[in-house]
């Protein structure tokens, strides 16, 4: 079964950080790029970081509203895909989603996130 | 990037279909193929049911279709089953490995 796992959120102080973890099982992890994102409560899903494979250069991107404080990257010898958050704020409380990005099939490029994490939550808050 | 806009909520009986629309700009939804809809029960993760602005995953009712025109994409639910309420978002790509995604829409099913 393909399925990933976030780990790591919890309550945190305005100005500290935090380190997500997503673990993936049941698909050849280094062969497809990640994203992280967040769900504020009654909001839709934010799109925050892409991170491309190993074999594609390992090419990131960010969302402006957090270029410059959150990094991705990834552990394929772990199956593993993270997100470093710091100078948190308090609009940064949402639960944390990652999600695997197909981009081809079969023969034909394609951009559609498939499966989900179940998430999880962070809190910035004093 | 801006969000997609969505009706905030929309609701039919049972049996009824539903559309939901979703609208984008010039550079996201306009111009590229590349739209997808996800659903979410509360408490659970968003689940992929149209991609590639028409395209069904297995295990997707047929119930589920999309469509596009110029800036707007439409998810049109058919039939229209309890187990169908849930939010739903769209999403496009935007350019440059981004991604933009809709406010998202409340489905009741009266």
């Known amino acids: 079964e393909v399925q990933l796992v976030e780990s790591g959120g919890g309550l945190v102080k305005p100005g500290r950080s935090l380190r997500l973890s997503c673990t993936a099982s049941?698909?050849?992890?280094?062969?497809?790029?990640m994203n992280w994102f967040r769900q504020a409560p009654g909001k839709g899903p934010e799109w925050l970081s892409f991170i491309r494979s190993n074999g594609h250069g390992g090419t990131t991107e960010y969302a402006a509203s957090v270029k410059g404080r959150f990094t991705i990257s990834r552990d394929d010898s772990k199956n593993n895909v993270y997100l470093q958050m710091n100078s948190l704020k308090t609009e940064d409380t949402a639960v944390y989603y990652c999600?695997?990005?197909?981009?081809?099939?079969?023969?034909?490029?394609?951009?559609?996130?498939?499966?989900w994490g179940q998430g999880t939550l962070v809190t910035v808050s004093s | 990037q801006s969000a997609l806009t969505q009706p905030r909520s929309v609701s039919g009986s049972p049996g009824q279909s539903v559309t939901i629309s979703c609208t984008g700009t010039s550079n996201d939804v306009g111009v590229y193929k590349y739209v997808s809809w996800y659903q979410q029960h509360p408490g659970k993760a968003p689940k992929l049911i149209i991609y590639?602005?028409?395209k069904r995953p297995s295990g997707v009712p047929g119930r589920f279709s999309g469509s596009k025109s110029g800036n707007t994409a439409s998810l049109t639910i058919s039939g229209l089953q309890a187990e169908d309420e849930a939010y739903y978002y769209c999403?496009?790509?935007?350019?440059?490995?981004?991604?933009?995604f809709g406010g998202g829409t409340k489905l009741t099913v009266l």
């Open positions: 049941g698909f050849s992890f280094g062969d497809y790029a």
């Open positions: 999600a695997r990005l197909i981009m081809v099939q079969g023969v034909f490029r394609t951009w559609f996130f498939d499966p």
């Open positions: 999403a496009s790509y935007a350019g440059s490995y981004t991604s933009v």
């Open positions: 590639d602005v028409t």
